[in-house]
């Protein structure tokens, strides 16, 4: 690009004076030329924001060579006029499309090219670029004559669609790593497709559309599968269409997030299922399904926290729980919200025939509060309980991945053991703004309501929602079950998604898989709200250590501190190192505990009572005294007995970086 000359540099502007254009009018368009080029700042930050860096780049960068194209077109115009006319607007235009390439190209350097090599990759674009600047003037030596002009241009023009191509072939070499940076996909795809990622709902970030889910479950996993994290997708069942007709309809599939990173024989891992797309007209949850999956396997062997989550929990996330639904909701029937089972249905509207699955689970079915038999209602539960094959697949996957041992087959449903009990499952709609947990179909508490009142109350400390009395999971499969409703509309607008609901739902969901393990137990103890790991002091490398400033709280992630779990101090804070305190080989016990005067009560900056205590680990006196990278996970107990969930750090000793898992 800096070998073109058909900028408002001294080559163009001598030309210029040579063709009689004044000074002075070369001046009022230079002016304009530099205007056009800094609102690209205003453009880069839509169209990024809309279709992602790498398209930002390779749309700008066509969109200059195109303006460049009616420039160029000038030179061979005799009219005076008209030349002049068509080159100010072809270089004037070609700005823009400069300015957007170059920041982002620059931002794309800041997300792909690692620190330590940033500088040298910089300093070879900053020679490259002064190297092609000089060959211009070059060239107006050799040609001094003005009338060359078109020769220096067509030189450059070249240039310029040698750095289009450049960049597409170079971008697309690269994709696999480009694609672990964005949530948006490039032009072309990944699989040989141009995918339709538009938001669906109104200008903003994109939100993917339902074939496009389906082409990205299939490339996270052939992104991210590895023998160190295990994602793959599982068929568990085929929609309405489906089964009537194998040409028709679709799979359901799940998508299984796991890591493998520690011994498995020495890990019970637990359980955590969730569920979005039911209704089809909700356009939110899929796509927060999506970038919390593309956040945990980023974010593995990365980040110490996500790591320890996923090598003692399995995720199963159901994105398209009505996919037959979704494909019409995006086309003919925005306002679809149950399946396309129409049996004896036909005198409905057509967007109101079908099941609504949310009311087709076997748990509580028949009940006439919150469900009709009236097949035309949206709100219609089907001819029997679990009638649709949509249902059933949901239930049978469900059944087959969580613990049958804490299952009861008697009714009423009694309290599940706070200590023994595992699993988590969510079903994520919207819209209100609220979290629903059991009991939803009678004005009644269920046996687990302390318990789960603890565990609603952590999410709503990050999503800010009401909450409000799912109940089939908690009532067939005893995973404590609770359900998101996003936002406050069914299409929401993808600005507020981006900025609202995805921010405090990813934390929440991150929670939720954090607790899996004893989501009745753990969520009533002490969270730890911050670990800090030192840098690094060596005295000499077997007494090299690090400290560990911890702030715990039983209050801090409590969206209420009125609750009775929100009340209690914390008595003890257990750090562990190398080995998880949930793995079965840990057998020797936390490495460091802190208590009494080793921890200070004080006010966190949300004004809530936290505990905060120092710890000191040295290096020698780990079980591997060798130099390199440690985990370090921290939990808590308060003055009730009641153990908090497990967070971890890492630490290098003698060299790397926590940051690089």
């Known amino acids: 690009l800096y070998s073109n000359v058909l900028t408002f540099g001294a080559i163009m502007t001598a030309y210029l004076v040579w063709r009689g254009i004044s000074l002075e009018q070369i001046g009022i368009w230079r002016g304009v030329s530099a205007a056009v080029g800094l609102a690209g700042t205003f453009v880069y930050k839509i169209l990024s924001a809309r279709i992602g860096l790498v398209n930002s780049g390779m749309l700008s960068v066509t969109v200059q060579f195109c303006c460049l194209s009616i420039g160029y077109a000038s030179l061979f115009v005799d009219n005076l006029t008209i030349s002049f006319a068509m080159l100010i607007v072809g270089v004037c235009s070609s700005r823009i499309g400069l300015w957007v390439f170059d920041i982002s190209v620059t931002q794309l350097m800041q997300l792909n090219v690692a620190d330590d090599v940033r500088g040298e990759v910089g300093g070879v674009q900053s020679s490259l670029n002064s190297f092609f600047f000089l060959l211009s003037f070059g060239l107006g030596i050799l040609l001094p004559d003005p009338a060359s002009f078109h020769v220096y241009a067509s030189i450059g023009y070249i240039f310029v669609a040698a750095a289009v191509v450049c960049f597409a072939v170079g971008v697309y070499s690269k994709r696999d790593s480009l694609a672990k940076l964005e949530t948006h996909y490039f032009f072309w795809g ?50 309405f269409l489906k089964t009537r007709d194998v040409t028709k309809g679709y799979d359901i599939y799940a998508l299984k997030i796991t890591g493998n990173s520690t011994a498995s024989s020495n890990i019970t891992k637990s359980t955590m299922m969730v569920t979005s797309g039911m209704h089809p007209r909700e356009y939110a949850p899929p796509e927060l399904l999506q970038r919390w999956a593309t956040q945990l396997v980023q974010a593995y062997g990365v980040d110490a926290d996500t790591t320890a989550i996923l090598d003692h929990a399995e995720i199963h996330l159901v994105i398209q729980v009505n ?99 595992s699993g988590v499952f969510i079903d994520v709609h919207a819209a209100g703004e609220l979290i629903i947990w059991p009991w939803g179909y009678q004005e009644a508490k269920s046996p687990n309501h302390l318990d789960l009142q603890a565990l609603v109350n952590k999410y709503i400390h990050f999503n800010g929602y009401a909450s409000s009395g799912p109940d089939d999971a908690f009532g067939s499969v005893a995973s404590a079950g609770v359900t998101f409703e996003l936002g406050y509309a069914r299409r929401q607008d993808c600005n507020y998604f981006e900025n609202s609901i995805l921010p405090g739902n990813l934390q929440a969901l991150t929670y939720a898989a954090k ?69 079965t080989s840990d057998t020797t016990g936390p490495l460091v505990t802190l208590s009494g005067s080793q921890l200070q009560v004080g006010v966190s900056s949300e004004g809530s009572p936290t505990t905060m205590g120092v710890a000191t680990i040295f290096l020698d006196q780990l079980l591997d005294t060798r130099p390199g990278r440690h985990a370090i996970y921290a939990d808590a107990v308060d003055s009730d007995g009641t153990v908090g969930p497990v967070t971890a750090a890492c630490r290098f000793w003698s060299g790397g970086c926590c940051s690089r898992w």
């Open 190 to 239: 990944r699989v040989g497709r141009c995918f339709d990622c538009r938001c669906l709902t109104a200008r903003g970030v994109a939100l993917r559309d339902f074939l496009c889910s389906l082409a990205w479950m299939q490339d996270l996993v052939q992104t991210y599968n590895s023998p160190n994290l295990q994602v793959t997708r599982i068929d568990i069942g085929d929609s």
């Open 323 to 421: 996919p037959d639904g979704r494909a019409l909701a995006e086309t003919t029937q925005p306002t679809r919200r149950k399946n396309l089972n129409e049996a004896n249905a036909q005198s409905c509207p057509k967007d109101q025939t079908g099941v609504d699955l949310n009311r087709n689970f076997p748990f509580q079915w028949g009940r006439t509060s919150g469900s009709s038999s009236n097949k035309c209602a949206q709100t219609y539960r089907g001819s029997a309980a679990a009638s649709e094959p949509e249902t059933q697949a949901i239930v049978n996957y469900a059944l087959s991945i969580f613990p049958t041992s804490q299952r009861q087959t008697v009714s009423p449903i009694s309290a599940y053991p706070a200590e023994t009990t």
């Open 515 to 583: 607790v899996s393990s004893k989501p009745y137990s753990l969520p009533k103890g002490p969270d730890i709200a911050s670990m800090i790991v030192s840098q690094e002091q060596v005295v000499n490398l077997p007494g090299a250590f690090v400290t560990v400033t911890l702030a715990v709280s039983d209050q801090t992630f409590a969206a209420s501190q009125a609750l009775e779990s929100a009340q209690q101090t914390v008595a003890l804070v257990r750090i562990h190192v190398d080995v998880h305190p949930y793995d």
